[in-house]
């Protein structure tokens, strides 16, 4: 179907009384460009998702038409490029579970952080994972160590100083090149299935923020958020004290948010966390108004009783549902995995998280 002619499609919608839309007047000028992008598709780059490689080519007309300036077009272009060769970087390995490691470029390899952040990759690399880092020195190069350079990616950050490629990953084919933060650390979280940070300054500190904010706010899947240190180690413990003093203590966070993160000091430790996470959940996804829950194996009805009585104040309506197998929305995904069903208030995530917990913890 031409995109021109798709519900959705730029132009092609406005809102009437009744909350329906109504298609839009076409001018030829409009009916010609979306005929000639639609057979340009078709011919160069046929997709079952020709709908969205569509709608790009026609932002890219926009951009024309709006005069937008050559540096703006610069970044646009750059990132495109960057986020294609990530997509294609990561595509293989899709079906494996991965940790983004977090942590100072400056700790030295005889350092308890380092040993401590090398042991964490080892262990989860042992239970099938793969570990992403920045690809610089410091813990990042101990994620690598730990992992090894098979288990291994690098997102790696262009900077006038202080960054460089560390020994393990470079030249390997699973290392990426970023100009651009934001680009690069799209893809550390869009990658993770677990985020762990170990000690270390701004750039360790603006990670785990912004993770804990794309995790409360629900524009990220929940995952879990392990603050690790070295055995007796106080970072951690600082930040959680400043944390729970100042930003809880004055309102600016709910109690249950502290529930979205894990202060440990110990490695194994932080491995035990994030494979409890996954003992019997599996993933989330909405469809429609739905939050959706996947799971390895069924909850007993008692459970689903007391998940009900424990947790209403999170839906915004109805039950907590438990059924086998995708909903018709979801197509056919994972249709192996069994469903909980609920209305969520997306308010609720520190909520939402520690009811993960405690359907790990049922029998």
């Known amino acids: 179907m031409p995109f021109s002619a798709m519900e ?27 005929s000639a992008i639609h057979d340009f598709v078709s011919v160069h780059a046929p997709s079952p998702d020709a709908d969205l490689l569509e709608q790009m080519v026609y932002t890219v007309c926009r951009l024309s038409r709006d005069a937008t300036g050559r540096g703006e077009l610069k970044i646009l272009n750059r990132a495109l490029k960057e986020l294609r060769i990530a997509f294609n ?21 005889g ?4 040993q401590e952040a090398r042991r964490f990759a080892e262990l989860i690399q042992k239970s099938g994972w793969m570990v992403i880092t920045g690809a610089g020195d410091g813990i990042m190069r101990a994620g690598h160590h730990g992992a090894t350079r098979a288990a291994s990616f690098g997102v790696s ?3 006038p100083f202080e960054q460089s490629t560390n020994d393990v990953i470079a030249g390997d084919e699973k290392l990426v090149n970023f100009k651009y933060f934001f680009t690069r650390k ?13 000690p270390g300054g701004f750039g360790t500190q603006d990670e785990g923020f912004e993770a804990l904010t794309l995790v409360q706010t629900g524009k990220s899947h929940l995952v879990p958020i392990i603050l690790c240190d070295e055995p007796g180690g106080t970072y951690w413990q600082h930040w959680r004290t400043y944390v729970k003093a100042e930003l809880l203590g004055s309102g600016m966070i709910s109690p249950p948010d502290m529930d979205l993160f894990t202060v440990t000091d110990r490695a194994e430790d932080a491995v035990r966390s994030i494979l409890q996470f996954y003992r019997r959940y599996h993933s989330m996804r909405y469809v429609g108004e739905e939050l959706v829950l996947r799971l390895q194996s069924p909850l007993k009805e008692a459970t689903l009783d007391h998940l009900h009585a424990q947790y209403g104040a999170i839906l915004t309506g109805g039950r907590i ?33 520690k009811m993960v917990d405690e359907i790990n913890e049922a029998p």
């Open 89 to 109: 970087t990561f595509a293989p390995f899709a079906d494996v579970r991965k940790a983004s490691i977090f942590g100072s470029a400056r700790t030295p390899q």
């Open 8 to 34: 959705g499609s730029p132009g092609n919608n406005r809102r009437i009384r009744n909350g329906e839309k109504a298609p839009r007047a076409r001018s030829a000028a409009y009916l010609k460009l979306m």
């Open 111 to 114: 350092h308890p952080q380092y």
């Open 157 to 159: 950050i262009s900077l």
């Open 321 to 353: 549902e438990q059924t086998q197998g995708p909903l018709p929305d979801e197509n056919g995904e994972l249709p192996d995995l069994w469903r909980l069903r609920l209305a969520f208030d997306r308010r609720s995530i520190g909520r939402l998280r």
């Open 186 to 198: 799209l893809m550390f979280v869009k990658e993770a299935n677990a985020i762990v940070l170990f």
